[in-house]
DNA sequence: CGGCATCCCGTCTGATACTG
DNA sequence: CAGTATCAGACGGGATGCCG
């Protein structure tokens, strides 16, 4: 598909359906929980961990959500103690090349654009 | 830059200023008003016409942010009745082949995600 | 025309405590 | 270990009205 049925895609639909579904991508935790399961099958503890600052409440509940869309697979095996996993459906792994794509762009951009907010509170005290 | 030391960088700051950019760019409307804006200069109420749904509000905060971040310049004419055009910044444009990628992702796996949501929904009622 | 100010509500998020 | 339950605060976002 080119760029160009792209925009209009986007404009097309007036952007419902589309909207819906990047809110669900673009919340706070998703696209790291995306790139993170890029490594493997990963268990709860572990994600848990490598996500600093994420609270074991919004890791269940982005879990469930990329569960519930299909981008993530859930597998808890019956032992004791329990031990669940969490990995990449193809789904899902089609979302690391766009999401690497918008990370790059951002961490490539982090300087330039917190140096223009610099510059704006300078312009505008307050 | 290679995509393993993107991986890295997503993860080796704690996500901390990364995830401050990503959800500045990853709010409700922001990415469909970069990609509306990717036409060239827009006027303010040709914007909010050409984005059905976003209320004056929002589409002037967004901008404002946008604006703040150097994303997008804003240039108004001294003119009776007055006029503001909005346009991409050269970071603004950068912006566009990943906003497009992701946009892309989305529309394509549209379908399968709702499907999804529908099975999910059927399997747990309640 | 292109905003800004105000009010208000629903959602998101974090902290804490408890459970199979 | 891998959650669930509950509460409270922050925040996003819509509606409305006023202004240069």
Redesign the pocket.
């Known amino acids: 598909m080119s760029e160009y049925q792209h925009t209009c895609m986007i404009r097309g639909d007036n952007g419902q359906t589309l909207r819906a579904i990047l809110?669900q991508i673009c919340?706070?935790?998703t696209l790291l929980i995306v790139v993170t399961l890029d490594q493997g099958a990963v268990?709860?503890?572990?994600l848990h961990q490598q996500i600093p600052?994420?609270?074991?409440?919004?890791l269940?509940?982005?879990?469930?959500n990329l569960e519930r869309d299909g981008l993530v697979s859930?597998t808890?095996y019956p032992e004791a103690?329990?031990?669940?996993?969490?990995a990449l459906t193809p789904t899902g792994q089609s979302l690391i090349p766009p999401a690497l794509a918008l990370a790059g762009w951002a961490i490539e951009h982090v300087p330039g654009i917190e140096a223009s907010r610099e510059a704006y509170r300078a312009r505008i005290p307050r």
Chains 1, 2 share one sequence.
Do not use: C, H
């Open positions: 809110d919340n706070k935790w268990r709860f503890t572990d600052g994420i609270s074991q409440r919004m269940t509940l982005t879990l469930r859930r808890a103690p329990p031990r669940v996993e969490y």
